[in-house]
């Protein structure tokens, strides 16, 4: 079993920055792929951003490249979401996951074992 714990969300102005954090419990040695989704008021969890087991490679959803970008650090067991650049429509709960069983980072939701509870994000504007 992998846990998982997000924190870092909270209330920020339009043009502002956070950075998210998930710290991974457990079996942390089992996690091939972590990502970040969220979801938003009245609509469907989606993609955010992923990166493999050593950080190589990463994929980000095109509605938040260049202002996004995920990271980690192993030694930690904690992956990062940096949000600069922020919008209203970045406003939702988002959620770290972990795939025990894929090395490559994807955006398929299916893919990941196990969930956070979530963070919430507001944008103000």
């Known amino acids: 079993q992998v846990q998982l714990v997000e924190s870092g969300g909270g209330l920020v102005q339009a043009g502002g920055s956070l950075r998210l954090s998930c710290a991974a419990s457990?079996?942390?040695?089992?996690?091939?792929?972590m990502g970040w989704f969220r979801q938003a008021p009245g609509k469907e969890r989606e993609f955010v951003a992923a990166?493999?087991?050593?950080?190589?490679?990463?994929s980000h959803a095109d509605s938040v490249k260049g202002r996004f970008t995920i990271s980690k650090d192993n030694t930690k067991n904690t992956v990062y979401l940096q949000m600069n650049t922020l919008k209203p429509e970045d406003t939702a709960i988002y959620y770290c996951?972990?795939?025990?069983?894929?090395?490559?980072?994807?955006?398929?939701?299916?893919?990941?074992?196990?969930w956070g509870q979530g963070t919430q994000v507001t944008v103000s504007s």
């Open positions: 996951a972990a795939d025990v069983r894929g090395a490559v980072p994807r955006a398929t939701q299916s893919r990941y074992d196990f």
């Open positions: 457990g079996r942390p040695f089992s996690i091939l792929t």
């Open positions: 990166i493999s087991l050593s950080g190589a490679f990463s």
